[in-house]
């Protein structure tokens, strides 16, 4: 229904259908997904998970989430979880958790 509003024009949105800057069309390079590339990854994912120490991980991880349930500064906690290979996911699954996910304000 937004969308709708946006494309009709009836919502006006800064930059994407009022006040849009028309720039000359630029040529964008795409790079191929490659399945053997990905399958590799996942792989080593998977080994790095499997070798890694779970219980240290999940203290650890805990300790993220402490941080941002009281506020203080995550990042000492963030870089001790990544260095025992917590997972970007990992982490993000809490802090979506803790701040919730960002839903764009919209105004009608």
């Known amino acids: ?41 996942v792989e080593r994912l998977n080994r790095i998970r499997a070798e890694r120490d779970e219980t240290h991980v999940t203290e650890l991880l805990a300790g ?8 203080e500064n995550v990042m000492p906690a963030v870089k001790s979880a990544v260095a025992a290979y917590a997972t970007v996911g990992e982490i993000a699954d809490i802090f979506r958790d803790v701040y ?8 009608f």
């Open 64 to 71: 993220v989430r402490a941080a941002a349930q009281s506020g």
């Open 100 to 107: 919730g996910k960002f839903k764009e304000p919209i105004k």
């Open 1 to 41: 229904e937004m969308e709708k509003k946006i494309q009709s024009g009836e919502f006006i949105k800064v930059g994407v259908n009022k006040y849009r800057m028309e720039e000359e069309k630029r040529e964008v390079e795409l790079h191929e997904f490659d399945k053997a590339s990905a399958a590799k990854q």
